[in-house]
C-alpha cells in the first residue's frame, strides 16, 4: 500500500479491501509512508530549495528501494509484489508498475488522476452533475446562492453581516482578488469535500463527517423555510462548522499565506498542506477553478490558484505549464502502456475525470462504479453498499487471482 499526500494512517493496517485481498492471497501487508509527509522527514525543513527533493518519481525510487529492501531481508525476492493506492498513491501504484515492472506484478490504482492538467475546470463540472444525481434542482440553487454572496461582496457595507452569517474569525476583509476568492473557495469547499468521498465508508480512519453526504447537503439547500438560497447556503456552512466543532470559519487570505510559507515541520501546513501545493506547481496543476460555466460556483479563477505558485514557492506560471506537460511526457497521462494494472473509478468522484474509465486493453482494464466517490472500493465493505460496489470489488479480486497466476 502506497503513502500519499498525508501522514501514512495505521488504520489501513486493520481495515480495508486490501486486507481481505491479501487474506484470500496468502499475501504479506505493507504500508510505506510518502516522503516528506506525516513523520517521513528528509530534511531538516520544508524550505523550497528542500523541497526539490519532493516529486512522484522519487516516491517511486523510494517504493523501488523499499521493495527491493525488503525482498531481500524478509526473502521474498521470487515473489510477487502488488502495488495499491487511491487517488494521487493510485497513480503512483499505476506508475510503479510502469516504470518498474520488474520489480511490481500488478497494480490497483484506485481513483487515480493520471493525466496532469494545469486547470482542472471539469472536477466543479461533476460536482455539479453529483448533485444534480440527488435532485436537479439542487446545483441550480447552490449557483443562486452563491451569485448572490459574489454580488453582495462587492458592496462592503454587507461585510459585517456576511462575517456574523458565516460566524468568521475576524471581520470580512476583501481588499484584493485573491482575498474574495479564498473567502468563495472556502466556502466551495464545503460541498467539494462532502461530494468527493459522498458515502465511503472512512469512519475508520478517524474522519468526522461521514454523516454528511449529497443528500444531506441537498436536503438543506432545498428547505424554504430557511430563506432564500444564500440563507441556506449560510446554513450548510453552519452545518459543516458543528460537524467539525469549529468554533468560527478562518477565511483570512494572509492566514493562509503566513501558513502555507512557514517551513518548519512543526508549521500548521506541516502535515502535508505545503508539500501537496508544492507538488501541484511543479508536477500536476490540477487546479479545480471556477472557469466553466457548467458549474455551480464563481470567483476562484485560476489565475488565483496559479498565483499561488509564485507567493509560496517563487514558480511562476509558465514553470507550472512547463512543468505539467513533462509530467504527461514522462508518464504518459491517459496513454498508459504497460498490463495488470486495474484502474477503478466512481461516477460522483470529480476526479474521475482525470482517470481511466474505459478499458485501454484486456491486461489494463477499468472499473467504473456507477453512483460510488472517490477510493469507494478501498473502503471496507458493509451492508448498504451499492450492490455495483460489491460486485466492483469482487471483480478486482478475480484479476489479481487470474494475474497472480500470471
Same mark, same amino acid.
Given at each position: 500500500?502506497?503513502?500519499?499526500?498525508?501522514?501514512?494512517?495505521?488504520?489501513?493496517?486493520?481495515?480495508?479491501?486490501?486486507?481481505? !485481498?491479501?487474506?484470500?492471497?496468502?499475501?504479506?501487508?505493507?504500508?510505506?509512508?510518502? +516522503?516528506?509527509?506525516?513523520?517521513?522527514?528528509?530534511?531538516?525543513? %520544508?524550505?523550497?530549495?528542500?523541497?526539490?527533493?519532493?516529486?512522484? +518519481?522519487?516516491?517511486?525510487?523510494?517504493?523501488?528501494?523499499?521493495?527491493?529492501?525488503?525482498?531481500?531481508?524478509?526473502?521474498?525476492?521470487?515473489?510477487?509484489?502488488?502495488?495499491?493506492?487511491?487517488?494521487?498513491?493510485?497513480?503512483?501504484?499505476?506508475?510503479?508498475?510502469?516504470?518498474?515492472?520488474?520489480?511490481?506484478?500488478?497494480?490497483?490504482?484506485?481513483?487515480?488522476?493520471?493525466?496532469?492538467?494545469?486547470?482542472?475546470?471539469?472536477? %466543479?463540472?461533476?460536482?455539479?452533475?453529483?448533485?444534480?444525481?440527488?435532485?436537479? #434542482? $439542487?446545483?441550480?440553487?447552490?449557483?443562486?446562492?452563491?451569485?448572490?454572496?459574489? =454580488?453582495?461582496?462587492?458592496?462592503?457595507?454587507?461585510?459585517?453581516?456576511?462575517?456574523?452569517?458565516?460566524?468568521?474569525?475576524?471581520?470580512?476583509?476583501?481588499?484584493?482578488?485573491?482575498?474574495?476568492?479564498?473567502?468563495?473557495?472556502?466556502?466551495?469547499?464545503?460541498?467539494?469535500?462532502?461530494?468527493?468521498?459522498?458515502?465511503?465508508?472512512?469512519?475508520?480512519?478517524?474522519?468526522?463527517?461521514?454523516?454528511?453526504?449529497?443528500?444531506?447537503?441537498?436536503?438543506?439547500?432545498?428547505?424554504?423555510?430557511?430563506?432564500?438560497?444564500?440563507?441556506?447556503?449560510?446554513?450548510?456552512?453552519?452545518?459543516?462548522?458543528?460537524?467539525?466543532?469549529?468554533? $468560527?470559519?478562518?477565511?483570512?487570505?494572509?492566514? !493562509?499565506?503566513?501558513?502555507?510559507?512557514?517551513?518548519?515541520?512543526?508549521?500548521?501546513?506541516?502535515?502535508?498542506?505545503?508539500?501537496?501545493?508544492?507538488?501541484?506547481?511543479?508536477?500536476?496543476?490540477?487546479?479545480?477553478?471556477?472557469?466553466?460555466?457548467?458549474?455551480?460556483?464563481?470567483?476562484?479563477?485560476?489565475?488565483?490558484?496559479?498565483?499561488?505558485?509564485?507567493?509560496? !514557492?517563487?514558480?511562476?506560471? #509558465?514553470?507550472?505549464? =512547463?512543468?505539467?506537460?513533462?509530467?504527461?511526457?514522462?508518464?504518459?497521462?491517459?496513454?498508459?502502456?504497460?498490463?495488470?494494472?486495474?484502474?477503478?473509478?466512481?461516477?460522483?468522484?470529480?476526479?474521475?475525470?482525470?482517470?481511466?474509465?474505459?478499458?485501454?486493453?484486456?491486461?489494463?482494464?477499468?472499473?467504473?462504479?456507477?453512483?460510488?466517490?472517490?477510493?469507494?472500493?478501498?473502503?471496507?465493505?458493509?451492508?448498504?453498499?451499492?450492490?455495483? %460496489?460489491?460486485?466492483?470489488?469482487?471483480?478486482?479480486?478475480?484479476?489479481?487471482?487470474?494475474?497472480?497466476?500470471?
Amino acid at each position: 500500500m502506497i503513502g500519499g499526500e498525508g501522514p501514512a494512517n495505521p488504520a489501513w493496517m486493520q481495515y480495508g479491501t486490501w486486507l481481505t !485481498y491479501a487474506e484470500k492471497l496468502g499475501a504479506l501487508c505493507l504500508l510505506l509512508e510518502h +516522503r516528506f509527509y506525516g513523520k517521513s522527514h528528509p530534511t531538516t525543513d %520544508l524550505s523550497t530549495e528542500n523541497l526539490h527533493f519532493l516529486s512522484s +518519481r522519487q516516491a517511486l525510487a523510494d517504493l523501488a528501494h523499499f521493495r527491493t529492501v525488503m525482498a531481500e531481508t524478509r526473502g521474498l525476492t521470487n515473489r510477487k509484489w502488488v502495488a495499491f493506492g487511491g487517488s494521487y498513491p493510485g497513480s503512483l501504484a499505476a506508475w510503479f508498475r510502469l516504470k518498474y515492472p520488474h520489480l511490481v506484478h500488478a497494480s490497483v490504482a484506485t481513483s487515480a488522476p493520471v493525466h496532469a492538467t494545469v486547470n482542472f475546470p471539469e472536477y %466543479l463540472e461533476v460536482v455539479w452533475r453529483s448533485l444534480a444525481s440527488e435532485n436537479a #434542482e $439542487c446545483p441550480v440553487l447552490v449557483k443562486k446562492a452563491s451569485d448572490i454572496l459574489v =454580488e453582495r461582496l462587492k458592496d462592503p457595507k454587507t461585510y459585517d453581516n456576511i462575517t456574523k452569517d458565516f460566524n468568521l474569525c475576524s471581520k470580512l476583509q476583501i481588499q484584493t482578488e485573491m482575498d474574495s476568492a479564498y473567502f468563495l473557495e472556502t466556502l466551495a469547499g464545503s460541498f467539494m469535500d462532502v461530494v468527493q468521498y459522498n458515502e465511503d465508508n472512512r469512519g475508520f480512519e478517524g474522519v468526522m463527517g461521514t454523516n454528511i453526504t449529497i443528500k444531506v447537503l441537498c436536503s438543506v439547500m432545498g428547505d424554504a423555510s430557511l430563506g432564500d438560497p444564500y440563507a441556506r447556503y449560510v446554513a450548510v456552512a453552519r452545518l459543516m462548522m458543528d460537524t467539525f466543532s469549529t468554533k $468560527c470559519l478562518d477565511t483570512s487570505f494572509s492566514t !493562509y499565506i503566513r501558513d502555507m510559507t512557514n517551513t518548519s515541520w512543526d508549521g500548521p501546513a506541516a502535515g502535508g498542506g505545503r508539500q501537496w501545493v508544492y507538488q501541484t506547481c511543479s508536477e500536476f496543476g490540477f487546479y479545480q477553478s471556477t472557469d466553466s460555466p457548467n458549474q455551480p460556483f464563481t470567483g476562484f479563477p485560476l489565475a488565483y490558484q496559479v498565483k499561488q505558485c509564485a507567493d509560496f !514557492y517563487n514558480i511562476s506560471a #509558465e514553470q507550472v505549464a =512547463e512543468a505539467v506537460a513533462q509530467t504527461n511526457e514522462y508518464y504518459g497521462g491517459y496513454d498508459i502502456r504497460s498490463s495488470r494494472i486495474v484502474f477503478p473509478n466512481g461516477s460522483i468522484d470529480p476526479w474521475h475525470a482525470l482517470g481511466i474509465t474505459q478499458d485501454i486493453a484486456p491486461d489494463l482494464p477499468a472499473v467504473f462504479i456507477k453512483g460510488t466517490a472517490h477510493c469507494a472500493n478501498m473502503y471496507p465493505a458493509r451492508g448498504e453498499d451499492l450492490p455495483q %460496489l460489491s460486485l466492483a470489488r469482487d471483480h478486482i479480486y478475480v484479476l489479481l487471482q487470474q494475474w497472480m497466476k500470471q
